[in-house]
């Protein structure tokens, strides 16, 4: 279901009111929104904070992912090592 979900497509969606407004004015069309360092635009504000979100949560499921495979993979060792004692005594 999230795979039809891309956020690239979403980013380009959303259009910068500075960009809607070059592109009225016929300059700078290859800019897609505010440049980083000046104020940006209230679309693009909003895209910054969604995407910050986005990130958060993609970190989060990450590190829930990889403590789980740590988990298992502890799991396993585990077994094996007492499977290995067994097969000693
Ligand atoms: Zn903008």
């Known amino acids: 279901m999230t795979r039809f979900i891309k956020s690239d497509e979403n980013d380009t969606k959303a259009s910068c009111?500075?960009?809607m407004l070059n592109e009225y004015l016929?300059?700078?069309?290859?800019?897609?929104?505010?440049?980083?360092?000046?104020e940006k635009?209230?679309?693009c504000n909003e895209m910054?904070?969604?995407?910050?979100?986005?990130i958060v949560k993609n970190a989060?499921?990450?590190?829930?992912?990889?403590?789980?495979?740590?988990?298992?993979?502890?799991l396993?060792?585990?077994?094996?090592?007492?499977?290995?004692?067994?097969q000693h005594e």
């Open 60 to 74: 989060i499921q990450k590190k829930k992912r990889r403590s789980l495979m740590q988990n298992e993979r502890e």
């Open 26 to 38: 016929n300059e700078r069309k290859n800019r897609r929104r505010c440049e980083e360092k000046k």
């Open 48 to 54: 910054m904070k969604l995407n910050e979100k986005k």
């Open 41 to 43: 635009c209230d679309v």
């Open 76 to 86: 396993n060792l585990m077994k094996r090592q007492k499977y290995d004692s067994q």
């Open 17 to 19: 009111r500075r960009v």
